[in-house]
């Protein structure tokens, strides 16, 4: 992929100019960690590096309808730029501000619901505002309004472990033609898979709790996400939460040292998918699905020193075991 720096600083706008645009094809623009950029007045600083690749930013003059509407100044995405971490902001006009409290102001993000940034800062001699991200957000839209002025139907989302199992807990304070949520997880906060779909209230004017369990977490860090979607097929994303789940597959190896067998236990055979063996610089020496072999593995021929041992669950959950070849 061809990779090039964005550094174009085009800062305060007239109101007059609410539609530039700027737009990144199919080669991208990358932008490394920590690097400022300026997209049309809206500020990034990635905590980590990022490419947009297919993406148009435009800006749109008409506030977003809230109590009370947003400022006159909307950032549109085409798409939603997702897992962003870092610094997000942008800089606005006095003749933008539509009558809000500029004090008061959040930086507020989302799509079709919003989410204000509690910890915005606000440099009203240069007319910018930012707020700084540790964990991943997704948004298609950025501006600024009080706090929860606008449509935001998301009050918390909430996570806890139940034995082997990953709890999810939601609440929402308003629903407007709201279809469904659809759970997503992720082990990278990247690539995201569909877990099922939970119907919505639909139109709600009363607090409303919902629930999901997901029975298959993976070992290590599970991220999740809600997918939010109205019946005209319009959705936005929730903030991503963490939940870290221990490995529950009970394996064991022994001889540990060995000098030329390995025998591998399993509680249950059945909910392996795999039996894996890496060498000390990362070299797959070993990946079988057949349980005789995966049970006994030769080693003799191997040089003494470090190995790594992984027994791959159904779930995609897997347990490491360090293995001393003498």
Same mark, same amino acid.
């Given at each position: 992929?061809k990779?090039c720096?964005?550094?174009?600083q /085009?800062?305060?706008?007239?109101t007059?100019?609410a539609h530039?645009?700027?737009?990144a $094809?199919?080669d991208?623009?990358?932008?490394?960690t920590?690097?400022?950029?300026?997209?049309? $007045?809206?500020t990034?600083?990635?905590g980590?590096?990022i490419t947009l690749?297919?993406?148009?930013?435009?800006?749109n003059a008409?506030?977003v309808? $809230?109590?009370?509407?947003s400022i006159?100044?909307?950032?549109?995405f085409?798409s939603?730029?997702?897992g962003?971490?870092?610094?997000?902001?942008?800089?606005?006009?006095?003749?933008?501000?539509?009558?809000n409290?500029? *004090?008061?102001l959040?930086l507020?993000?989302?799509?079709?619901?919003y989410?204000?940034a509690t910890?915005?800062?606000?440099? #009203?001699g /240069?007319?910018?505002?930012y707020?700084?991200?540790a964990?991943p957000?997704?948004?298609d839209r950025v501006?600024? &309004?009080t706090?929860? @002025?606008?449509p935001?139907?998301?009050?918390n989302?909430?996570l806890?472990?139940?034995?082997?199992?990953?709890?999810?807990s939601?609440k929402?304070?308003?629903?407007s033609n709201?279809?469904?949520f659809?759970? #997503?997880?992720?082990?990278? @906060?990247?690539?995201w898979t569909?877990? $099922?779909?939970?119907t919505?209230?639909?139109?709600?004017r009363?607090a409303?709790?919902?629930t999901?369990t997901?029975?298959a977490?993976? @070992?290590?860090d599970? =991220?999740?996400?809600l997918?939010l979607?109205?019946?005209?097929?319009?959705? *936005?994303?929730s %903030?991503?939460r963490?939940l870290?789940?221990e490995s529950?597959?009970? &394996?064991?190896?022994?001889p540990?040292?060995t000098?030329d067998?390995?025998?591998?236990?399993v509680d249950?055979?059945n909910?392996?998918? *795999?039996?894996r063996?890496i060498?000390?610089l990362g070299?797959?020496l070993?990946?079988?699905q057949? %349980?005789k072999?995966?049970a006994e593995?030769?080693?003799?021929? =191997?040089p003494?020193g470090l190995?790594?041992l992984q027994?791959?669950? #159904?779930?995609g959950?897997?347990?490491?075991?360090k293995?001393?070849?003498?």
């Amino acid at each position: 992929m061809k990779r090039c720096l964005l550094f174009c600083q /085009l800062a305060l706008f007239s109101t007059g100019a609410a539609h530039a645009q700027f737009t990144a $094809g199919t080669d991208g623009f990358f932008i490394g960690t920590g690097t400022d950029v300026y997209l049309n $007045g809206l500020t990034l600083r990635p905590g980590e590096p990022i490419t947009l690749e297919n993406k148009t930013q435009a800006i749109n003059a008409q506030p977003v309808d $809230g109590q009370p509407p947003s400022i006159a100044r909307v950032y549109l995405f085409d798409s939603p730029l997702t897992g962003f971490i870092g610094r997000l902001g942008f800089f606005y006009n006095d003749s933008e501000l539509n009558n809000n409290t500029e *004090s008061a102001l959040k930086l507020t993000f989302g799509n079709t619901n919003y989410t204000s940034a509690t910890n915005t800062v606000i440099d #009203q001699g /240069l007319n910018y505002m930012y707020s700084d991200f540790a964990t991943p957000i997704t948004f298609d839209r950025v501006t600024a &309004a009080t706090e929860n @002025a606008l449509p935001v139907s998301l009050v918390n989302f909430l996570l806890r472990k139940e034995g082997g199992a990953a709890q999810l807990s939601w609440k929402t304070s308003l629903e407007s033609n709201s279809a469904f949520f659809e759970v #997503q997880r992720s082990v990278d @906060a990247r690539t995201w898979t569909a877990l $099922g779909m939970v119907t919505a209230a639909g139109e709600s004017r009363e607090a409303k709790d919902y629930t999901f369990t997901d029975n298959a977490p993976v @070992a290590g860090d599970n =991220y999740y996400r809600l997918r939010l979607v109205d019946n005209d097929g319009s959705f *936005s994303f929730s %903030q991503l939460r963490k939940l870290y789940m221990e490995s529950v597959l009970a &394996a064991s190896v022994y001889p540990n040292p060995t000098a030329d067998k390995l025998l591998v236990t399993v509680d249950d055979w059945n909910k392996v998918r *795999s039996v894996r063996l890496i060498d000390g610089l990362g070299r797959k020496l070993l990946d079988t699905q057949d %349980q005789k072999s995966a049970a006994e593995i030769d080693v003799k021929s =191997y040089p003494s020193g470090l190995y790594l041992l992984q027994v791959v669950r #159904q779930n995609g959950s897997m347990q490491t075991i360090k293995v001393v070849k003498k």
